[in-house]
């Protein structure tokens, strides 16, 4: 999946689409956007045709009429099978390979800038330009690095998990209905 | 004017409250508004709540008289966004209904977690009011020039009445709608404040800064850390202690967590953190040229006449750049921001009382539980007591700092409820008694610290100044609280009998990174 996709924005089976869409602030230009829905209608063609969650519990899909009274044993079956499912792994991988790195970056970032701000008052005062000094500098980086991983972290959900859990979703629920 | 505006505030909030109150009888309504708001509404309901009077007056007080350590506020105050939006918001959406405590009980027992995060919320919930009203009572007074203590009374008894008529007759979408329309009404005046410090200065941000290191009379100091927190080592301590607590504490705060119930889908959660991001950070960029400006038009010494803390600077400023109109503007402003936060948080302890303690913990286990409706006229009776509470509280702790009852709320979060979350959400073996002794292993730590601290008592400043039981040199318990959270939290699970139950756990990550099942 290139990082340029866009998860699908029927997210919410019953949101009105507009809704959806008019608040999408990375929303790539119309034009682009037309593409990625035309490919993403193929996709859920040919996904839909090769049946593309019948192999994570290894499990024929059961007919729906054995499962009408959900009891708690067959829900946590149900859990169980999809939390060992690949697809499901794939997921928290991406999630958690993005999310614990990027923590522990600016939590250390910010934990260096408070230390450096109240020890290091030579560095701290260092003119860059007139009145502007390292101090400065260094706060405003602060903000700055904080906009940009708002940015990386929404761009990468949407272009590398939004689909796929919406995907398992639906099919989880199905399951336990 | 300004009484005028005050008043169209009032009536305004009102109104949204009465429309919004009309039909909303289920507890989903009144919890989270239906959950049918859009990922940009949220997101300026989520800045409303965030940017409290605290953050406009005080903040930008700071920054006038303090230059650097004013900032050091907006910095801590804006990275914990972080912390929420890619660890917190999109699980915690996905896998709780009304409060936090929801979160935790899907792998827990319910009664020993529901007790504990009960409490903790209402804590935190009561600590962030008090710091609020408290603020209230000496602004309304400052603004509308009425100086005696009955007055600064009454605004306190003022906002108080109206924070529970807000939530117990509009429930949590009267409380949005006036988060969205305060967040407005913030944004515009602060916007165009910058615009007009900024044409006074003819764009110009060196000539700005430098006339700021001038008006504040502090000259090279003023562009340094120091000026306000000090260079001893107890100084330096409670700085990074304050460091903590801000950059921790946001993902704690039961207020924030239960705006994100108030949308319908994860993937919306995760936008409306984007916005609140994108809007509290240029808000506070924003008010860094404010505090700039205060201090290079008004001068340190008027604005500390006006008040010793600087709480006043954006009035002055408003005042300096615009006359008695501006002014009014920016005090009713003002004014709606004090309003609105403090009515989140009513929501936010209410919520806390009737659907963790009254609903769940205070019942025998073989007890049926109570029907939505009921729990929602508890949760309704029980704001009212809440305001009551934090009334009286408030007009006993009139002598406390603002920003340091902020910074408490914020310190117990980060100690009490961010150890429980973190690990529910991420600690395949944490049990039920890790769970408790989590929230109760920070909270309790947090709050004797701060009994034992500078702030209750041996300074001049403290509740008692006369008496000496400050054995603890801090002002923010943080730097101890939070780790004490954490290691109670992996202590209790250790030593706890029971066996984390894996199917538990198995539910809870599905469901938290799929939205399988999520209300």
Known sequence: MSPQELAPDTEHPTAPRSSEESFDWWAASAAAREKQEQRREQEAVSATASGAFAASAGAPAEPPEDVATPSGIAAADIYRAVHESSEFREIRARYRRFVFPATAAFLLWYLLYVVLAVSAPQLMAHPIAGPFNTAWLLGLLQFASTFLLTWLYARHARAHRDRAALGLRWETQDRLR | ?519
């Open chain 2, 1 to 519: 004017m300004a009484a005028g505006l005050f008043v169209l505030v009032v009536l305004v909030t009102l109104g949204i409250t009465f429309w919004a109150g009309r039909r909303s009888r289920a507890a989903e309504d009144f919890y989270t508004a239906g959950r049918d708001f859009s990922p940009m509404q949220n997101g300026f309901a989520i800045s409303g709540d965030y940017m409290s009077a605290a953050s406009f007056l005080g903040v930008t007080g700071l920054i006038a008289l303090y230059g650097y350590d004013g900032l050091l506020y907006t910095i801590g105050f804006l990275v914990a966004w972080l912390l929420v939006l890619m660890l917190v918001a999109e699980l915690v959406r996905n896998c709780g209904r009304y409060t936090l405590a929801d979160v935790l009980t899907l792998r827990m027992r319910e009664r020993p977690v529901r007790v504990a995060a009960g409490v903790s919320g209402i804590v935190i919930s009561l600590l962030y009011l008090l710091g609020q009203m408290v603020g209230a009572g000496t602004l309304v007074s400052l603004l509308l020039h009425l100086h005696s203590s009955a007055a600064r009374a009454g605004a306190i008894v003022g906002v108080g009445v109206l924070m529970v008529v807000y939530v117990t007759i509009g429930g949590m979408k009267a409380t949005t709608w006036i988060q969205i329309v305060k967040c407005v009404l913030l944004m515009g005046g602060t916007v165009l404040l910058t615009v007009l410090v900024l044409v006074r200065f003819h764009g110009d941000l060196g000539s700005l800064m430098r006339s700021a290191a001038r008006g504040s009379g502090q000259g090279a100091a003023y562009d340094v850390p120091g000026l306000r927190f000090g260079h001893k080592l107890t100084d330096q301590l409670d700085f990074v202690s304050l460091g903590l607590a801000l950059v921790l504490g946001t993902a704690g705060l039961p207020h924030i967590l239960s705006r994100f119930y108030t949308v319908p889908t994860a993937r919306a959660a995760r936008r409306s953190a984007v916005w609140a991001i994108g809007l509290v950070g240029a808000f506070y960029l924003m008010t860094i040229v404010l505090g700039l400006g205060a201090a290079a038009l008004i001068g340190a010494p008027a604005i500390k006449a006006a008040n010793s803390a600087g709480n006043t600077a954006v009035a002055q400023l408003a005042d300096a750049l615009g006359g008695t109109v501006l002014f009014g503007v920016i005090s009713a402003v003002a004014f709606a921001t004090i309003l609105a936060v403090v009515a989140g948080l009513t929501m936010a302890a209410s919520a806390s009382f009737a659907h963790d303690l009254w609903a769940q913990a205070f019942r025998h286990p073989d007890e049926d539980p109570p029907s939505e409706r009921q729990e929602v006229v508890v949760a309704r009776i029980s704001a009212v007591a809440i305001g009551g509470v934090a009334i009286v509280l408030s007009l006993y702790a009139q002598k406390l700092n603002v920003a340091t009852l902020v910074a408490l709320a914020f310190a117990v979060a980060a100690s009490a409820n961010l150890p429980a979350v973190l690990f529910t959400l991420f600690w395949r073996r944490f049990t039920t008694r890790g769970a408790a002794w989590a929230i109760w292993g920070g909270l309790v730590p947090a709050l004797v610290l701060v009994v034992f601290s500078p702030v209750v008592s041996g300074s001049a400043a403290a509740i008692f100044p006369g008496a000496h039981f400050d054995w603890f040199p801090l002002q923010n318990p943080g730097l101890v609280s939070v780790p004490c959270g954490f290691l109670a939290g992996w202590l209790g699970t250790v030593t706890s009998r029971e066996r984390a139950e894996p199917d538990a756990y198995a539910e809870l990550e599905v469901r938290a990174l799929t939205g399988a099942g999520a209300v």
